[in-house]
């Protein structure tokens, strides 16, 4: 197998004409973090195993057999983040952030993430997450801010019938009564669950609630639900967290089976989900939750959380596959046409002055006719082409030909810079008198 040929398994490239596309979903989701008072928080891609034993948790899958997880050389358990909170908590703790900033401390962060999944639709091993973390304070309305911010982005980018899934874990109390009524639940299956919900039955019976086993599946189904465990306060703090949403029209439905995969949450959880319109579902498009013991679990105080992580590549999907978002369709002010070798230096000269103006240029390095290089001036959809042959060499005057209306004009060259800024309706920084600029200075 030729693997230099391949990348890795469940890995994607992204290619020149989808870059664009990535980069403005995360500009849209950058803007609104922004309103609503984000910072950025780059943490390092590799983190000390522990960070995500104690946080994503030892029960969950992530954790069980998704992370890449190797000794470094100074024999040190390291694993390339499968998630950011517990890197971004972790980063919080050490910097004290909590301490030095008015709580909730907004955190954003955007960047690779990797879980060793079975590849599938949706599904990569190395992926983009963009998401936010508000640490520090506990007010309910401080979930619904985090919900409905990621709400609007996603709104923003188009996607304007999302499915908002939410459900309550409860608090500490509440999941340790249902843990135990699920033990008592599963335990006379058990011998028939597959062996991975036999660990999870020891660490966390709640992921059993995620087995995608078939069989497994079905129990899970009448399996008790955590509503019905769920403390006054815990009721109370779903109830007001559901009348917010109702108040502010954002369409949400309790699912009670949603219990997430990471074991860091309590309270409300949420997940986004929308199926494009060729009808093909990539996974939830963003999930989170709020968290209380994560803080402390990494050896910090004891202050929640409430966060989401979005995942870039199924946005990216979901916004090509309903037309909202289209390959690069990138235009180029200006396409250089050098004709002959004597000219090419100089025409490549005066590319740089127009580059280094804010033009885009490109130019054209083979020596074909003309007539091909308009072709390509076409296809690279240039907006002008300036031709420049020995005459305009020597006479220091360039043809500068406007593609959409067929238009031709010969310009000096020390006023081309001038002739594009007139055109293109900026500030003349000339300062020139030619007929052309439309800078009062300049008249
Ligand atoms: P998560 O649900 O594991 O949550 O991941 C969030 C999003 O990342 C998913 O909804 C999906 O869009 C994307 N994603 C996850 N795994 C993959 C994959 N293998 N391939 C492609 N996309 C993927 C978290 O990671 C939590 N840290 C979210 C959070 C933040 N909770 C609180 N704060």
Do not use: W
């Amino acid at each position: 197998m030729p693997e230099a040929k391949n990348n890795v398994k469940g890995t994607r490239d992204i290619l020149p004409n989808e870059t664009g596309g990535f980069i403005r979903i995360e500009s849209v989701l950058r803007t609104i973090a922004s309103l609503y008072s984000y910072h950025e928080l780059r943490t390092p891609v590799l983190e000390y195993s522990d960070v995500f034993a104690r946080g994503v948790g030892e029960g969950s899958d992530i954790v069980r057999k998704e992370m890449y997880t190797f000794l470094d050389k100074g024999e040190r358990s390291v694993t390339m983040r499968p998630e950011f909170t517990a890197g971004i908590i972790r980063s919080v703790i050490q910097n004290k952030l909590y301490a030095t900033n008015e709580l909730p401390l907004k955190i954003f962060y955007s960047g690779p993430a990797f879980r060793y999944e079975r590849p599938q639709l949706g599904r990569y091993r190395q992926f983009t997450q963009f998401g936010v973390e508000s640490v520090g304070h506990n007010s309910v309305l401080n979930d619904f801010e985090v919900i409905s911010m990621a709400y609007s982005m996603l709104y923003s980018l188009g996607l304007t019938s999302v499915k908002v899934k939410i459900n309550s874990l409860g608090d500490n109390e509440t999941r340790t009564k249902y843990r135990e009524a699920l033990k008592g639940y599963f335990l006379p299956h058990l011998d028939n669950m597959c062996p991975d919900c036999k660990q999870r039955y020891e660490i966390n019976p709640l992921r059993i609630l995620d087995c995608k086993v078939p069989e497994d599946h079905v129990l899970a189904i009448g399996a008790p639900k955590i509503n019905d465990f769920l403390s006054e306060t815990s009721k109370e703090r779903f109830e007001a967290l559901k009348s917010a949403l109702d108040d502010a029209a954002i369409p949400y439905e309790v699912d009670d089976q949603l219990v997430r995969g990471l074991d860091y949450y309590s309270e409300v959880v949420f997940e986004f989900d929308y199926t494009s319109l060729k009808g093909k579902n990539y996974g939830a498009l963003g999930g989170g939750g709020h968290y209380s013991n994560l803080m402390k679990e990494l050896g910090g105080p004891d202050l929640p959380g409430v966060g989401f992580s979005f995942g870039i590549e199924r946005l990216y999907d979901v916004l090509k596959d309903d037309e909202l978002i289209k390959e690069d369709d990138d235009t180029l002010d200006i396409y250089m046409m050098p004709l002959g070798n004597e000219v090419r230096l100089y025409a490549l000269e005066i590319a740089n002055k127009l580059r280094l103006a804010g033009y885009s240029v490109d130019y054209c390095f083979d020596d074909v006719k003309l007539g091909n290089m308009f072709k390509r001036a076409s296809k690279k959809r240039a907006k002008f082409a300036v031709i420049i042959g020995e005459n305009e060499y020597n006479n220091h005057k360039l043809v500068v030909k406007d593609l959409a209306k067929e238009e031709q004009n010969e310009i000096e060259e020390d006023n081309i810079v001038c002739y594009f800024d007139a055109i293109f309706n900026q500030e003349c920084k000339c300062k020139c008198s030619d007929d052309y600029c439309t800078d009062e200075q300049c008249k």
